[in-house]
């Protein structure tokens, strides 16, 4: 149990197809992050939220649409994504002071 | 323009031995480092940091090592285990957080450490 919980752990999807990742994290932090890990790159940072504000967008694509109903929740909404939009989806929460706390990760396939 | 930058893709060490990872960043704004270790099918999990007002942290078998006029760090391992073989990604932080606060946190894209038995 991480404490950072993600859903799907697998995703494939085509490139019509409009799906949503999943976030919650069970520790009691006020910040939830998305992070993109591509094959031979860095995590690349995609969204911050803090206290359920969106205080960081990475110049991220409209195509994806973060959403945070609350502090222990995040959601990643998909909607015609690219084959290269294809990577592993890391959802992250921290708290001030401590460091970034990561889920499992969702592997998402556009085909 | 990467703002950290881990050289190698991949360290072999024999058990036992020390393992040294190394990670340089550009940006002289970081003031706070992390390292995370990543296994397959598994998200990175915190391993141990340091902050630009110290030049060494040490956690059991960790050490962090920071030469910030070199904007160089390090991180020792000995004795190298079996179960150390994973990813490792240096990271970075210029809030003064280990979180990275609003900016989120700078990662390298990681070393595979193998040891051998």
């Known amino acids: 149990e991480t404490g950072v919980t993600q859903t799907p752990r697998h995703l494939v999807m085509g490139m019509t197809n409009k799906k949503s990742l999943k976030c919650e994290q069970h520790?009691?932090?006020?910040?939830m992050y998305w992070y993109k890990q591509s094959a031979k790159k860095p995590l690349e940072l995609m969204f911050v939220?803090?206290?359920?504000?969106?205080?960081e967008n990475n110049s991220v694509p409209s195509r994806f649409s973060p959403e945070c109903p609350n502090s222990s929740h995040l959601f990643l909404h998909l909607h015609t994504l690219q084959p290269e939009d294809s990577a592993l989806y890391l959802c992250?929460?921290?708290?001030?002071?401590?460091?970034?706390?990561f889920g499992n990760g969702t592997r998402l396939t556009v085909t | 323009d990467q703002q950290v930058k881990q050289n190698s893709p991949s360290l072999s060490v024999q058990e036992g031995r020390i393992s040294i990872l190394n990670c340089d960043y550009t940006?002289?704004?970081?003031?706070?480092f992390l390292w995370y270790k990543k296994y397959p099918a598994e998200g990175p999990t915190f391993l141990i940091s340091?902050?630009?007002?110290?030049d060494k942290n040490e956690d059991g078998r960790f050490t962090v090592f920071l030469n910030k006029s070199a904007k160089h760090l390090s991180q020792h391992i000995v004795p190298s285990q079996p179960g150390d073989s994973a990813v490792y990604f240096c990271?970075?932080?210029?809030?003064?957080?280990?979180?990275?606060?609003?900016?989120?946190?700078?990662f390298g894209k990681g070393t595979h450490l193998i040891i051998q038995p």
């Open positions: 992250a929460s921290s708290q001030v002071g401590l460091p970034l706390h």
């Open positions: 520790l009691g932090h006020n910040a």
């Open positions: 939220y803090n206290f359920k504000e969106q205080t």
């Open positions: 940006n002289s704004m970081f003031d706070y």
């Open positions: 340091i902050s630009s007002i110290k």
């Open positions: 990271a970075a932080s210029a809030t003064h957080s280990p979180g990275g606060g609003a900016d989120g946190l700078t």
